[in-house]
């Protein structure tokens, strides 16, 4: 019958632990990537809210420094469509009101 040896076992052991360290790294690699492409997905629905909502705005904006022109984008979406959710449930209760 067959002993291993203790050589062996760390070896076997090493490479387990190899494996588990490349694993780690992997999902690192792959999390770092979701969150860079969820940013840059960010940025982009951000700045076609702001083209679709103002172009005016839009074009304005385009004369900032690109840190700047991102934040501003981001803050203008999220007022947009806040005011577009307010907009559509004040329409929904006036079609209400006169349906009655």
Known sequence: ???????YLL????????III???????????IWILITLIYTQLW???ICFKGSKSFFFASLFYPLT????????????RLGD??????S????QQIIHL
């Open 84 to 89: 577009d959710l307010i907009d559509e449930y």
């Open 68 to 79: 700047v022109r991102n934040r501003i984008f981001i803050f203008y979406s999220f007022a």
């Open 22 to 32: 490349c694993c780690g790294y992997l999902v690192l690699f792959i999390a770092l």
């Open 1 to 7: 019958f067959f002993l291993p040896t203790i050589s």
């Open 11 to 18: 070896t076997v052991n090493n490479m387990l632990s190899n």
């Open 91 to 94: 329409s929904n209760e006036e």
């Open 46 to 48: 951000a700045a076609y």
